[in-house]
């Protein structure tokens, strides 16, 4: 079987002349060749470089590290599809461990640089000889790798699962990886992080943190910041200030309150889109933190925000502007509506007198 293309550059007429001359080649390795002659091969030495690593493999298929040297120069000319059949033919016909934990591997690594972390996960699981614990056999008894390199492959695995968004297999792996072995501080950090994911109770902020920012739980993300409200740790104003993207109300609620206890006056722009937010907590609670945070830049936004229907934030949002400003438009504690309405007014004018 053989592809040729004879108006095509020396190079890319190398590749397509590449005959498939062994039988356990299969058919995705003539098919790479057709891809390459047909697709963008960027640039005159790749396209030598691709011929003749084809060719090497072509004349030498059972070399894992010319398989998986091919796959990955494919995946980088713009060929990820391709560059996986390669590896899974590979798979087919490895005849040892030591080869399909090889190429395992590779197939993780081209998977990961797509973002298909959960498929790498996988595929390093599988290379594992599933997830079990180190240092025991395999259930079904089948031949598994050293338990070094089941070690390192599971910790991958646990990496990738927790870059899919799946906490609980990501700290399974890990446990499975650990299982026995004296665990270092940054390992007994890890586990804790992981288990913080699963319900378990939160002792550091950075488990908390880790939790708020990705969890998809809206009920852990909460149990998460409402840890963080009783803790002291660095940077705190920023964690805060991105809980305030957050879907979840109840997480905003508590970002604007502890960015308005925890922050200066310069974060207050922080807080003022929430200002004119259509939940009413959450107006209320922007309020209360720009009262707290004392910025001027807050005044023509407190003014603009006034309004005389809502008695609670009338009051607060009076407040904060008598005490940003020193002027006082009145003295009753407890304005009625008609005497809001015109308080509101006179802060108008007070802002842009007329000319």
Known sequence: MSCFLPSFPPALGLLCSLKCVARSLTLAACGLTLVACNGPVRGHGQAVALATETEALAADPSSVML????????????????????????????????????????????????????????????????VHPVGQPAPDGAEQPAADDRRALLELASRYQEQAGAPS?????????????????????????????????????????????????????????????????????????????????????????????????????????????????????????????GSEESVPLLIENLDPSDRAAFRIANKALENLTGEIMGDDLDPDLEQRTRLIEAWRAWWQPPR
């Open 169 to 293: 297999l990501a700290l399974r792996d890990l446990e499975a990886a650990l299982a026995g072995m004296p665990l270092s501080e940054s390992e007994e950090r890890l586990l804790a992080r992981l288990r913080a994911f699963q319900g378990v109770e939160l002792e550091h902020p950075a488990d908390a943190v880790a939790l708020l920012k990705s969890h998809p739980d809206p009920a852990r993300r909460l149990a998460a910041i409402e840890f963080l409200v009783t803790q002291e740790f660095r940077r705190a104003v920023d964690v805060f200030a991105l809980a305030l993207l957050d879907p979840d109300p109840r997480v905003v609620r508590i970002a604007l309150q502890q960015v308005g206890r925890r922050g200066e006056a310069m974060d207050a722009v922080l807080i003022h889109p929430w200002l004119a937010h259509e939940s009413r907590g959450l107006r209320l609670a922007a309020l209360k933190a720009v009262a707290r945070l």
């Open 67 to 130: 398989r998986t040297r091919l796959a990955m120069r494919l995946a980088d000319q713009g060929h990820p599809d391709t560059a996986r059949e390669l590896l899974l033919a590979g798979l087919q016909e490895a005849t040892s461990s030591a080869d399909r934990v090889r190429l395992q591997q590779a197939l993780a690594s081209l998977l990961a640089r797509s973002e298909n972390f959960r498929a790498a996960a996988e595929s390093l699981e599988m290379a594992a000889g599933g």
